[in-house]
Each structure stands twice: as C-alpha cells, then as structure tokens.
Nanobody
Framework: QAQLVESGGGLVQAGASLRLSCAAS????????MGWFRQGPGKEREFVAS????????YYADSVKGRFAIFRDPVKNTVHLQMNSLKPEDTAVYYC???????????????????WGQGTQVTVSS
C-alpha cells in the first residue's frame, strides 16, 4: 500500500530555514505530480507548492513565492520543501501529497491528489 511520510518539521525562530522531506513507499510516483499543503491553527488546508513529474515545472502559493522551493528526487521517490525566511504565519501542519495517475502537468487543488502523508508540524516563533 502506498504511503507518504513527512519529516523535518520543528520549532524555529522567524527568519530561519527548514527543509521538509517526504518519502514515498509502496509504489513509485515518478510519473505523477506531487505537492505540499498546510493547515494552520483554525484555518482550512491550503496549497503551498507543487512540482511536475519531471521536476521541470513548479508552482507556488503567492504567500511563499520567493521563500520556498520544492524539488524532488525521482530515483529516491522523495519530494522536499526548502523553506527560507520563515514567518510566524507559516506555522502549520505541512502535508505531502501525490497524484495517483501519471500526468505531465501540475496540480494545485487538494482533490487532485489521492495520497497524503500524516503531516509534520512547523512552528515559527516571532
């Protein structure tokens, strides 16, 4: 059974950096888009970033553009989110997601992803 497991979350001060990782097991997602979403306290889950199967195309939420970078390693079946210049408003549980079927484009809506990790907490203090 396919599984996504996130790691790398933690408590940091504003301005710091963190790198989140997502390891897939049970099947390969090398032909599918993958993405990151987050859910802050009292908020709905929101899109953060996504990447195409090839890694050549990426898409970011306006709130993280220029600060976050998504990249993937298809050989290791992993996807990562490099987060720089973190702000208190970035505090959230971050979820990794993968599409079920091969697709050359990018997805940014949560219903387009079939597989989800359990989430990793990121807390940014001011």
């Amino acid at each position: 059974q396919a599984q996504l497991v996130e790691s790398g979350g933690g408590l940091v001060q504003a301005g710091a950096s963190l790198r989140l990782s997502c390891a897939a097991s049970g099947r390969t997602f090398s032909g599918s888009p993958m993405g990151w979403f987050r859910q802050g306290p009292g908020k709905e889950r929101e899109f953060v970033a996504s990447i195409s199967w090839s890694g050549e195309s990426t898409y970011y939420a306006d709130s993280v553009k220029g600060r976050f970078a998504i990249f993937r390693d298809p050989v290791k079946n992993t996807v990562h989110l490099q987060m720089n210049s973190l702000k208190p408003e970035d505090t959230a549980v971050y979820y990794c997601a993968a599409a079920a079927r091969p697709y050359t484009g990018i997805y940014y809506r949560d219903h387009e992803y079939a597989y989800w990790g359990q989430g990793t907490q990121v807390t940014v203090s001011s």
